[in-house]
């Protein structure tokens, strides 16, 4: 098979769904968190463990030293390691079978094994697929951590570094969105490595999660024969598609006899899940208490103080706690999705109001003693601040300098 055939084959490997992910067991806080990112942007956990593959159809443009080629695409992936792809062009309909127990190639009445390079190169980007990736978050065998930032399409993205079995990538994460718009990796090129990187743009959404309409892509390495360059434009795509054994054996079965439908494809985001409630546990001490919450009330405490509120919106509250002859009892609280929240509250008495300034004056008028009054003042508290002619009015009245220092204190 011709050099530049093998080389656009190869190039159309990898392709970043980044549907979801499990939860990570990253070192770095910051790489979890990136991680968590994702899934949250992309489905969440049981969308990306329900993807067992993918097969899209599209244009590809590719070119090498040998020239440009356009060629028309059929692709099958599964995962975690077959991969079925049909390349048509104005020569003809090229085959290329990708297995753990074979890889080859037919054209016309032609066939022949692939390169043990290029099984490696299939194997390494597969296990670099962010697809692939995110499925193995809790492997101990995967690690991640931030390795600074880079501009990409003019966003300014995270890169996140991913040690994997047999290798390493980079991620290049929009962090507003989750959305990985480049990924980099080492596969074998050449007579040495080759640096293979990949630009996604044009995200659309399928089934709940983002998929790259379009993928640029680089290849670089010793090796000036093996430099690639192109793009892959995909037309449709189907989400879990049928398959057969008998496209991974000699001679394979063609894709065209499997019926493709494809996914259903939108350019807006899915309505995110609403969020799970949350559930307020009053105990208040006395009982019968009526709870508000931001001045709402919300019902009457038990004899023992008990009440339950559920399927609240998760949120900042004031709760307020109202009682005949008790103060009112007052808190903020937050509730966090699937928060259980219990809150104590003890009311305390109300108590005879705070005197007045002309309450004190007519208590030393009506021959209260000042050491009483000052008794009185501590006990019940004052409503006003002594000022000089309060303090004035009330050494007229007979308040001497102890009273007058009682009500400075007592000051509610």
């Known amino acids: 098979m011709a050099r530049s055939l093998q080389l656009a084959l190869l190039a159309v490997l990898a392709l970043a769904l980044s549907p979801g992910a499990c939860r990570a067991q990253a070192a770095d806080p910051a790489a979890a968190a990136l991680l968590a990112k994702m899934v949250e942007a992309f489905g969440g956990e049981t969308r990306v463990r329900s993807l067992k593959g993918w097969r899209y159809q599209g244009t590809q443009t590719h070119r090498s030293s040998s020239g440009e080629f356009v060629n028309q695409l059929d692709v099958l992936l599964l995962l975690p390691n077959q991969m079925h792809v049909e390349l048509r062009n104005s020569q003809g309909t090229t085959t290329a079978v990708y297995s753990p127990v074979q890889a080859f ?23 670099a697929n962010p697809v692939n990736v995110l499925q193995h978050l809790a492997d101990p065998a995967y690690s991640f951590r931030i390795a600074g930032s880079e501009v990409v399409a003019g966003v300014s993205t995270t890169i996140l570094e991913i040690a994997l079995p047999g290798g390493q990538a980079r991620w290049y994460v929009d962090p507003a969105t989750g959305w990985p718009l480049k990924t980099s990796n080492a ?25 790259p309409f379009r993928q640029r892509y680089v290849q670089r390495g010793t090796d000036a024969a093996s430099n690639t360059e192109g793009s892959i434009e995909i037309q449709s795509i189907q989400l879990n598609p049928p398959a057969d054994p008998r496209l991974f054996a000699r001679p394979p079965l063609s894709l065209s006899s499997l019926a493709f439908s494809p996914s259903a494809v939108s350019f807006t985001p899915p309505a995110p899940p609403p969020p799970k ?5 009053i105990s208040a001490q006395p009982g019968r208490a009526q709870v508000y919450l931001d001045d709402e009330p919300r019902g009457t405490a038990s004899e023992e103080g008990r009440l339950v509120l559920k399927d609240l919106t998760p949120g900042a509250y004031r709760l307020r706690l109202t009682l005949g002859e008790y103060k009112d009892w007052n808190q903020t609280i937050t509730l966090n999705p699937g928060d259980e929240l219990t809150v104590e509250a003890r009311l305390v008495p109300r108590g005879p109001a705070p005197f007045t300034s002309q309450e004190i004056v007519e208590m030393l008028e009506g021959g209260v003693s000042t050491r009483r009054a000052a008794t009185l003042v501590q006990q019940t ?13 009330l050494r007229r ?16």
Do not use: C, H, M
């Not at 190639?105 to 296990?127: E, I, K």
């Not at 409630?277 to 546990?281: C, F, I, N, Q, W």
């Not at 508290?381 to 009015?393: H, S, W, Y």
């Open 397 to 412: 009245a007979g308040a001497d300098s102890d009273l007058l220092l009682a009500i400075a204190k007592a000051k509610k």
């Open 105 to 127: 190639w037919v054209s016309g009445s032609q066939t022949g094994d692939l390169p043990a390079a290029a099984q490696q190169t299939f194997l390494q980007d597969v296990r």
């Open 381 to 393: 508290g004052v409503d006003f601040t002594l000022t000089q002619d309060i303090e004035d009015r």
């Open 277 to 281: 409630k949350a559930t307020l546990r």
């Open 187 to 211: 596969v074998p090129g050449g007579s040495g490595q080759a640096e293979n990187t990949r630009e996604y743009s044009d995200w659309r959404w399928v089934e709940g999660g983002g998929v």
